[in-house]
């Protein structure tokens, strides 16, 4: 692949042999005293002799059970891991739009809409079940590609900011890694969202403007340009990026933590299905915290994509402190349920690819021996 697993580091980075492919990195569970009669000095790889490679590759196989399809860090992991963020992300986008619907009527008309069943039986009664899916084209084809980009870019972020960091500091250090690689990964997806995101809006809270994406998106561009499509890029970083930090951030250090506290066997031992209940849990735990960080800017973002010629100033003033958690309970209920949901789909795609999943992070050998003898 692109990437040489060495390099990696995601879990305990003190290498295994990987028969013809080099190093194959793994940590936690039964592979972890393995590696520790492989372990080199400061984590770096050391030559094994070629007979040994096929006991080694043996070995591994008993331990984890399966054989994967593709290295970690590989290109075709990367790509696979970016269709399994276009499946979890578009999948479940579209599948709220009913939800996401009233909240963005709520927050720009909050005295029609006053809470999520009224509205929805609001929106049910003016405009039938149609009604509901409005922006459902936009919301599917945005996020889908969206998806592509956060999940894909941030596995490639983290194995490349983990090489710099080096094995110690990239496993000391691995909540700020999760925040700089979420971060940067959101940065992009988002100029592959922004327009969409603006059709979506336009459709679901202007009343006769247009009712589908085919008819929203030329009529923008007239009226506008394509400053349209990209005006409520500033407000869509502000939400997005805080809210893929804690969600991917959050995500890992729960996983890791229910694993330590929570789950009374290690992660090795437990079923696919109970890991993917446990990725599950976890997600719905980092959404909650994704909804709280990510409102205020949602709220100025929907005001922004409705109201032809406002800026992001204008709407805070026309919100008010109040005005900016309008609809928050609701996008809890959404949020929450919506990134369990992306987690477990994300990881059901690696299950059936057969890609590799590490275990939580292990402190490195080389760090271990260092604390020892201290």
Same mark, same amino acid.
């Given at each position: ?48 002799? !070629? ?176 400053? #349209? ?5 500033? !407000? ?49 735990? #980092? ?88």
């Amino acid at each position: 692949g692109a990437f040489s697993l060495p390099q990696m580091h995601r879990a305990d980075p003190v290498p295994l042999p990987h028969p013809g492919r080099g190093f194959l990195s793994c940590g936690g569970g039964q592979a972890s005293s393995i590696q520790h009669g492989l372990g080199s000095r400061h984590g770096l790889p050391f030559p094994v002799p !070629p007979h040994h490679f096929r006991m080694w590759a043996a070995a591994l196989s008993s331990l984890w059970g399966e054989e994967y399809s593709c290295e970690y860090g590989s290109l075709k992991y990367l790509a696979l891991c970016s269709l399994g963020g276009v499946v979890s992300c578009g999948l479940t986008h579209t599948a709220v739009v009913p939800l996401d619907l009233v909240k963005c009527r709520m927050q720009v008309d909050p005295k029609r809409y006053r809470s999520l069943v009224q509205g929805l039986m609001l929106t049910m009664q003016e405009e039938g079940v149609r009604g509901l899916v409005k922006g459902w084209a936009p919301t599917a084809v945005g996020y889908s590609v969206q998806g592509l980009c956060k999940f894909g870019l941030y596995e490639v972020f983290k194995l490349r900011y983990a090489e710099m960091l080096g094995p110690e500091r990239a496993y000391l250090w691995r909540t700020s890694l999760y925040l700089a690689a979420s971060a940067s990964a959101e940065f992009f997806a988002d100029i592959a969202l922004s327009p969409m995101e603006a059709i979506k809006v336009r459709i679901q809270t202007q009343p006769g403007f247009a009712n589908t994406m085919r008819g929203a998106a030329p009529k923008m561009h007239i009226e506008e340009g394509l400053w #349209a499509f990209y005006k409520g890029l500033g !407000p869509l970083w502000m939400r997005q990026i805080p809210y893929t930090m804690m969600k991917f951030a959050c995500f890992e250090r729960t996983i890791e933590a229910l694993y330590a506290y929570i789950v009374p066997k290690p992660r090795d031992e437990c079923s696919k299905p109970e890991q993917l209940a446990i990725n599950f849990l976890a997600g719905y735990i #980092a959404g909650i915290f994704c909804a709280v960080v990510s409102h205020p800017a949602d709220s100025v973002v929907s005001v922004l994509n409705k109201e032809k010629g406002s800026s992001t100033f204008d709407a805070l003033k026309k919100l008010g402190f109040v005005g900016i958690w309008k609809g928050l309970f609701t996008r809890i209920l959404m949020i929450g349920t919506l990134t369990a949901l992306q987690w477990f789909i994300y990881d059901s795609v690696k299950v059936y690819f057969r890609l590799p999943r590490p275990p939580p992070p292990e402190m490195p050998s080389s760090l271990k021996e260092g604390l020892f003898f201290k």
